[in-house]
């Protein structure tokens, strides 16, 4: 079985995904993390404004067999929550880094980028 | 130690699965999607493997003695080729184990299932009896030679007709009859475990390759659908809505009091149930729907103005109705249909409601 992981990204061991565009990071779970937890009913986000720890738990994400925290992979400050997954939990299944994005934020600092895996070594990860 | 697996433990690895532990077993949870599978039985159909029920032989002259003393339910009354839906209970009316008995179709014996894992222990139970009792019966584990595969879905009773070898159309629920798939013996019950009509078919193990080749067509579906399947039907899940140490609940209790048939002689735990059906239960086993988008899990507290009155055994997101559901034991004052609860979910309070069961019945979809 083999997972989409685009080059683009910056990967944490816990499975989340960063893109930075401008000092904005957008982050989700990955195509690996989504396939683990099977179907997503449910998904718990901070609010706008709420500060991230890289490294601490910022959310949860619920598929029916299982539950599951999901990691900041950076700090800085959420300045937007994906609303739609509220009602459509189910778009990090169909889409994990498109529509199923869960938070941007106001990226503190850029050197804790240099922390992340890059998508060779996440996908040696998973092998 | 090291997991069981069924029969057709390489078709499923084939086909993709994705395997869990459950009672020892190591079992598909997954093929597709759950959600996938879950809607294909109630759409048309889908099969499940469900090899890991234990399927123990109850034979000789004093079988049905034995039987009839050991649950609540009226066994003497059956007759062949019927089943019925009973439990065995300590002697404190606890339940140990819910089971399915079957009195064979054509043989003498009884065909007595409870659930994975338990097949040891209820044949323990059985046979502790049958010396005590100094009854004349033949016991044996058939669990490891036996295979099982339930056909579900509005489509079930066609596609499982048209393998086999006699008619199956007929069959009552809960009544059953010896036929053969593709050469291979097997008994088909009109029982399952998903809210819908269908089956569950028996047979020796050897046969797996030819039942699963017969039914090749139809959706493979896991224990997770199997899961949120029961639980929308509003059915037990052994171990989980009950268990003799850690939710140790009586039939009346758990909410089926319907298997107990107080008029049909002495049975073991009988004179507990009857001081329950006179006391009235303390706690009761009730449908919950959520009022908020929150999946409630075994063990959650149920609490009222922060005092805690229950827990929650069982939760998931109902696929079919797209809400949240749950059961769970509450104090007997807040059992009644309507009665709002909150539900302590991971530190969150959460709005929700007593519902009938089953939840497909009782609650609308979003």
Redesign the interface.
């Known amino acids: ?1 083999s997972f989409e992981i685009p080059d683009e990204l910056h990967y944490q061991d816990s499975h989340e995904w960063v893109r930075v565009d401008d000092g904005t990071a957008t982050i989700g779970i990955s195509d690996f993390a989504q396939d683990e937890l ?2 997503i ?2 998904v718990e986000l901070p609010s706008e404004g709420d500060d991230l720890d890289a490294g601490s738990d910022f959310g ?1 994400v ?1 598929s ?2 299982a ?1 599951s925290d999901v990691y900041a992979p950076i700090s800085g400050s959420v300045t937007a929550v994906n609303e739609d997954l ?1 009602d459509e939990p189910e778009l990090v299944n169909e889409d994990p880094y498109g529509d199923g994005w869960m938070l941007k934020v106001d990226l503190a600092d850029e050197g804790e980028l240099d922390d992340l895996l890059d998508a060779e070594e996440y996908e040696a990860q998973l092998a | 130690m090291s997991l069981r697996k069924p029969p057709l433990y390489e078709a499923h690895a084939e086909s ?1 699965a994705d395997f869990t532990d459950f009672g020892g077993w190591e079992m598909p ?2 093929f597709s ?3 996938d599978e879950h809607a294909a039985v109630r759409d048309s159909v889908g099969l499940f493997d469900v090899s890991h029920m234990g399927e123990l032989s109850v034979d000789g002259p004093d079988a049905t003695e034995l039987l009839h003393r050991l649950t609540p339910s009226d066994v003497e009354g059956l007759g062949d080729g019927r089943a019925l839906y009973s439990c065995l209970l300590r002697d404190d009316g606890v339940i140990l184990d819910d089971v399915i008995v079957y009195d064979h179709p054509t043989e003498s014996e009884y065909v007595l299932v409870p659930n994975a894992g338990h097949d040891e222990e209820m044949l323990a139970r059985l046979r502790e009896h049958k010396l005590r009792w100094d009854l004349d019966v033949d016991l044996s584990n058939k669990t490891k030679e036996t295979g099982m595969v339930a056909v579900q879905g509005p489509d079930a009773v066609e596609r499982v007709d048209a393998v086999t070898a006699d008619d199956v159309t007929e069959l009552d629920p809960f009544e059953a009859l010896e036929t053969t798939i593709d050469g291979v013996t097997c008994l088909v019950a009109r029982t399952g475990y998903t809210g819908e009509d269908g089956f569950e078919i028996m047979f020796p193990s050897e046969g797996s390759d030819a039942i699963e080749a017969a039914f090749a067509d139809i959706q493979r579906c896991g224990l ?1 659908a199997r899961d ?1 399947l029961r639980l929308e039907a509003g059915l037990l899940l052994s171990g989980q809505d009950f268990h003799s140490e850690d939710e140790p609940h009586d039939p009346f209790e758990t909410g089926i009091g319907f298997v107990v048939d107080l008029d049909s002689g002495d049975f073991v735990g009988k004179p507990a149930l009857e001081r329950a059906v006179e006391d009235g239960p303390n706690e009761k086993l009730v449908g919950i729907r959520l009022d908020e ?3 409630a ?1 075994h063990g959650h507290p149920i609490v009222d103005d922060g005092e805690a009155i229950g827990t929650v055994t069982s939760g ?2 109902s ?1 079919t109705l797209g809400v ?1 559901i749950a059961m769970g034991y509450v104090d007997a004052d807040f059992a009644a249909t309507g009665t709002e609860l909150t539900l302590s979910i ?1 530190g969150r309070d959460v709005d929700a409601t007593v519902v009938d069961t089953p939840f497909l019945d009782s609650v609308d979809a979003e």
């Open positions: 079985m099977g179907d009913v449910f949860v619920e029916i067999k539950v509220l | 993709g949870v997954s999607s759950i959600r997770g949120t988008r929150a999946i899990r998931t997101m696929p949240p991971r």
